[in-house]
């Protein structure tokens, strides 16, 4: 199997755990936060589509989604526009507000759509190209896209994870098992 398809797999994975991770859930249950210091499933979902469309667009050189296609302005969000949660306060997470679910999604899916064209441009010789020399060793595509599969990976684990909690704090049981 070509990297290229293998990492196009992480990605749809993720793509297709989403959305079932966000299925039946209020827009009260997304904002809903375990603790004061925790953050919330909406948040999670956000934060995993910024890091994957910032990144991504890095490794293509383009504008961001967010940005360019008005995303920023749809979510209205009290953070600045180049903003993907990274070194977020518990407070600024609690300020995360969501007037519509669906733009968790669509923006999502905007996002790996985006991404699959992306990689799927990729040739052999662009996974050794240097795209951040702010770190030692420099970052090359094919170490950005990994570190990008292991981010979102894990926050939609986390989203999982947060929605069980919920789910017991409420006393509901949705039946989800955590799969697509």
Same mark, same amino acid.
């Given at each position: 199997m070509?990297?290229?398809?293998?990492?196009l797999?992480?990605? !749809?994975?993720?793509?297709?755990?989403?959305?079932?991770?966000l299925?039946? =859930?209020t827009r009260?249950? *997304? +904002?809903?936060?375990p603790?004061?210091?925790?953050?919330?499933?909406a948040?999670l979902?956000?934060?995993?589509?910024?890091?994957e469309?910032?990144?991504?667009?890095?490794v293509?050189g383009?504008e961001?989604l967010?940005t360019s296609?008005?995303?920023?302005?749809?979510?209205?969000l009290?953070y600045?526009?180049?903003s993907? !949660?990274?070194?977020q306060?518990?407070d600024d997470v609690?300020a995360?507000? =969501?007037?519509?679910?669906a *733009? +968790?999604?669509g923006?999502?899916?905007a996002?790996?759509?985006r991404?699959?064209?992306?990689?799927s441009a990729l040739?052999?010789?662009?996974?050794d190209r240097?795209?951040?020399?702010?770190?030692?060793?420099?970052?090359?595509?094919?170490?950005r896209?990994?570190?990008v599969i292991?981010?979102?990976?894990?926050?939609?684990g986390?989203?999982?994870?947060?929605r069980g909690l919920?789910?017991?704090a409420s006393?509901?049981d949705?039946?989800w098992?955590?799969?697509a």
């Amino acid at each position: 199997m070509h990297a290229t398809a293998i990492v196009l797999d992480a990605f !749809g994975r993720v793509h297709e755990l989403l959305p079932v991770a966000l299925e039946g =859930l209020t827009r009260e249950d *997304l +904002l809903w936060r375990p603790d004061s210091g925790a953050n919330s499933i909406a948040w999670l979902a956000w934060h995993l589509a910024r890091v994957e469309d910032d990144h991504l667009s890095g490794v293509a050189g383009t504008e961001q989604l967010w940005t360019s296609r008005g995303w920023w302005d749809r979510f209205r969000l009290p953070y600045p526009p180049r903003s993907v !949660g990274y070194g977020q306060r518990p407070d600024d997470v609690g300020a995360f507000v =969501l007037d519509d679910p669906a *733009l +968790l999604t669509g923006y999502y899916s905007a996002v790996h759509a985006r991404t699959v064209e992306i990689v799927s441009a990729l040739g052999d010789e662009d996974w050794d190209r240097v795209v951040d020399r702010r770190w030692d060793p420099p970052v090359t595509v094919a170490v950005r896209i990994v570190s990008v599969i292991n981010d979102v990976t894990q926050h939609v684990g986390q989203i999982g994870y947060v929605r069980g909690l919920l789910e017991r704090a409420s006393g509901r049981d949705s039946g989800w098992k955590g799969h697509a």
